[in-house]
């Protein structure tokens, strides 16, 4: 049996409508069940580069631009001193998440990580020099997201959540 690679470029379809609308749908239990269990379950990825090196989740609260709905993700996340970093990777597709856009217009928002709520932070992009620095220790964390950026012309850009 073969070892599992990903390919050179995004699989076609994960861009359809069908696609997006099942991300969305597991996006949503995921989210439930993890504010259910105060994250001890769904606070782990363990899906592709995660199966074997699992990955911490948190979950973004983050308010529409145009809309003004509060809207929750979940993310992988990593620790860098007492910032939490994410990555709007939309797994390499040609466009920016919605969520990376949402916090660019309201960068005032709430994580949850696991047993901890509502942790107030404030976003921004991280600086070329930052984004040099802790690009390395993203891959190391979730090594698809090398594939990813590989799979895209835009730069993927890394987020900085803040505690206030």
Do not use: C
């Not at 939490?84 to 928002?109: C, D, K, Y």
């Amino acid at each position: 049996m073969g070892r599992f690679t990903l390919p050179e470029q995004a699989p076609k379809g994960l861009d359809s409508p069908v696609t997006a609308a099942a991300m969305k749908y597991l996006a949503k239990v995921q989210v439930k069940i993890f504010k259910l269990t105060n994250g001890r379950v769904g606070s782990t990825w363990r899906i592709a580069a995660g199966f074997r090196k699992p990955v911490p989740t948190l979950l973004l609260d983050h308010r529409g631009r145009r809309s003004g709905r509060l809207f929750t993700t979940p993310l992988l996340y990593l620790r860098s001193g007492e910032n939490i970093v994410i990555v709007a990777s939309q797994g390499g597709l040609p466009r920016h998440p919605q969520w990376h856009f949402n916090l660019l217009a309201h960068p005032e928002t709430h994580i949850h990580l696991k047993g901890r709520r509502d942790i107030p932070v404030t976003a921004r992009i991280a600086s070329a020099g930052e984004r040099r620095d802790l690009w390395p220790r993203l891959v190391e964390l979730y090594a698809d997201f090398a594939k990813y950026q590989a799979w895209t012309e835009r730069e993927i850009p890394v987020v900085v959540l803040t505690p206030r």
